[in-house]
């Protein structure tokens, strides 16, 4: 059975409560936060992503919980995101108003100058590996010395592939990364263009399942979190819909606790994988059930990721890491959350 999600404890109400609140109901509604009163939103669209990573993302685009909230009032887009490099390319130019990556995506955006915050954080997954094809004499790290390895720059599995040859004394010069997006990877991986891949589940679990591929180093420790992102300038317009946003999403994260077999088939079909491998994935390799607040846990994370980009060269300095670490997060949405807004 799935561990019972944790619902975080909601702080008591304060002055700005009021005021949010009265923006979001608009005056002579009912008071409940849906809009529903008056019809006053800040805007007339919501622009925000879905992704195979983010499970969470994808019961609120299943269950139709935003639309209903905002009637005809806001036109809802939903776009994919491919991986947090791409929801970050999205972010950075205004494409979306919330977008999902890894934790390490949304420091390496912000250190060089994407403008966005970290407003939630919906899991801590195990989500990244390094795969061998079923076949392949590769069974450490070591023996990637001088190989081919499928990598989607910019993300999770790339810096989990960073990490992962340090322990054996390599580094990216001793390899030849091919720079794929992660359904690329796998599909290189497969067709043996590549010696190995930097995974990420979803994917990952389908080719382990059903193609045999094997998984020969894990470390939960080189993963960071999933983080919901918004850009800045969408949270000082448009509070009101920032706050159902993450609402919406603690009420999925109920929901998935709730309904975990239902939860299963939702990303089963939105990845086009067996339920059998979405079961993995989601009751053995996601956990839900953190604290939505980005905090210390987070941070203790990054600030050893946080190094790599610079010896990369992907971030210039390490002051700009330490300065896009210092204003990243972005708890007060998560502070006045509540799912009980969001209607059934």
């Known amino acids: 059975m799935p561990r019972a999600l944790h619902r975080s404890r909601l702080l008591a109400p304060v002055a700005t409560i009021a005021l949010l609140t009265a923006c979001v109901a608009g005056e002579g509604s009912d008071g409940s936060g849906s809009g529903s009163g008056g019809g006053e939103w800040s805007d007339d669209r919501l622009t925000l992503d879905f992704a195979t990573y983010n499970p969470l993302s994808l019961i609120i685009k299943d269950q139709g919980w935003l639309e209903a909230e905002l009637g005809d009032d806001v ?3 939903w ?10 390319e999205a972010l950075r130019a ?31 997954p195990d989500w990244a590996a390094l795969v061998a094809p079923k076949d392949s004499d590769i069974d450490e790290v070591a023996d990637l010395d001088g190989a081919s390895i499928a990598a989607t720059r910019g993300t999770d599995p790339y810096f989990f592939l960073v990490q992962a040859l340090a ?8 390899v030849e990364v091919q720079n794929l997006q992660h359904a690329d990877g796998k599909t290189a991986l497969e067709n043996g263009s590549v010696d190995a891949w930097a995974g990420l589940d979803p994917l990952m679990a ?18 960071t979190y999933g983080f919901l992102n918004a850009t800045e300038d969408f949270l000082a317009d448009n509070p009101d819909l920032a706050q159902l946003v993450v609402d919406t999403y603690e009420k999925a994260r109920e929901w998935a606790a709730d309904h975990p077999d239902e939860a299963v088939a939702i990303l089963a079909e939105a990845a086009g994988i067996d339920d059998d491998v979405a079961r993995t994935v989601l009751l053995d390799r996601t956990r ?26 992907d971030v210039r300095e390490q002051s700009q890491v330490d300065d896009a670490l210092d204003s990243l997060f972005d708890t007060s949405l998560v502070a006045d959350a509540d799912p009980s807004r969001v209607g059934d």
Request: charged share 20%.
């Open 75 to 77: 036109e809802v887009t």
């Open 79 to 88: 776009t994919q995101s491919a991986g947090s490099n791409t929801a970050n």
């Open 94 to 124: 205004g494409a979306i108003d919330v977008g999902s990556t890894a934790g390490s995506a949304a420091l390496l955006a912000r250190a060089n100058g994407s403008p966005i915050k970290t407003v939630l954080v919906y899991s801590q």
């Open 167 to 174: 322990t054996a004394g390599l580094d990216l010069d001793d």
């Open 206 to 223: 389908d080719s382990e399942l059903n193609n045999g591929s094997r998984l020969f180093y894990r470390n939960v420790d080189f993963n």
């Open 288 to 313: 839900l059930d953190v604290d939505p607040a980005p905090g210390s846990a987070q941070k203790d994370v990054l600030e050893t990721v946080g190094p790599i980009f610079v010896d990369i060269g």
